[in-house]
């Protein structure tokens, strides 16, 4: 069982900037496809930004240029720094793990790929 722990949310105005971190003590993130994803009340879980094994990375259009993915596989962290705020990227952020095996580039972004999720960490934008 892989457990991930965010941190890094908070509450933020129109245009600044954040950095989630999703640690995983114990685990070794080279063997996991990593993955971001948010969801916003009355909406479904959307995903946001995915890491691959061997580093390809992929964003959701709605915040590509905005958002970074990026791993430290030697601190087990995975990070999503966000650039740029707007008030529409309010929601609760997860962090997700897939073992390599299950990784799909085209499923990065897919919830049904990931098998360990994080508790989440609130992100609140003001305009």
């Known amino acids: 069982q892989v457990q991930l722990v965010e941190s890094g949310g908070g509450s933020v105005q129109s245009g600044g900037s954040l950095r989630l971190s999703c640690a995983a003590p114990?685990?070794?993130?080279?063997?996991?496809?990593m993955g971001w994803f948010r969801q916003a009340p009355g909406k479904e879980r959307e995903g946001v930004a995915g890491i691959a094994s061997d580093g390809f990375t992929t964003y959701a259009d709605s915040v590509k240029g905005r958002f970074t993915i990026s791993q430290d596989n030697a601190k087990n962290t995975l990070y999503l720094q966000m650039n740029s705020l707007k008030p529409e990227d309010t929601a609760m952020y997860y962090c997700?793990?897939?073992?390599?095996?299950?990784?799909?580039?085209?499923?990065?972004?897919?919830?049904?790929?990931?098998?360990?999720w994080g508790q989440g960490t609130q992100v609140t934008v003001s305009s």
């Open positions: 114990g685990y070794t993130y080279g063997y996991y496809c």
């Open positions: 997700a793990a897939a073992p390599r095996p299950s990784c799909r580039y085209w499923l990065l972004l897919r919830h049904v790929m990931y098998s360990y």
